[in-house]
């Protein structure tokens, strides 16, 4: 017992010498202006998409839950795109082919940036895999989904009916 008290100052302070944890974001609260390039290469910002409603998805190739809320998402993105409501999957494989291969798979028509450093998850504090954010017209989240099954499905299009104000 007496060995891990002389050790505990030690530990303490190669804690205190960690960065501190980046909050996770939560309703209400405005991402930063992040940016990172599209299949493409092109450039996206979170900014240029201000005005619309939009779903910031973040998924991986890895994530088995991800492969079933593409899919669905997309059929959101086709539902409502017509109304201003509009989907950005950020990727966060440090792999792009791997992505590729999963897009070539399971195809999607909205938005697509890659971000293998991950600053877009740091940036939210990110919760977990997958993991959604409803931003309102003014880029404040409104709505926050941990993961994905397919009975997540409803809130998040409730969700979305509300914040577009029908």
């Not at 609260?29 to 240029?48: I, R």
Request: hydrophobic residues 50%.
């Amino acid at each position: 017992m007496m060995g891990v008290h002389r050790w505990l100052p030690v530990l303490l302070l190669a804690l205190l010498a960690l960065p501190p944890a980046v909050p996770a974001l939560e309703r209400g609260d405005v991402p930063p202006p992040l940016v990172a390039p599209q299949q493409d290469g092109t450039p996206l910002s979170l900014a240029t998409l201000r005005g619309q409603l939009v779903y910031v998805d973040f998924w991986a190739s890895w994530c088995a839950p991800c492969a079933q809320a593409l899919p669905a998402l997309e059929t959101l993105y086709r539902k409502y795109r017509d109304r201003g409501f509009t989907v950005l999957a950020v990727n966060v494989d440090t792999q792009r082919k791997a992505a590729l291969a999963m897009l070539a798979r399971i195809p999607v028509s909205y938005p697509v940036v890659f971000d293998p450093e991950g600053h877009w998850p740091g940036a939210f504090g990110l919760r977990g895999m997958p993991c959604g954010y409803l931003l309102d017209r003014d880029g404040r989240i409104v709505y926050i989904q941990t993961g994905y099954r397919a009975s997540d499905l409803p809130a998040l299009e409730a969700a979305i009916v509300a914040a577009l104000g029908e």
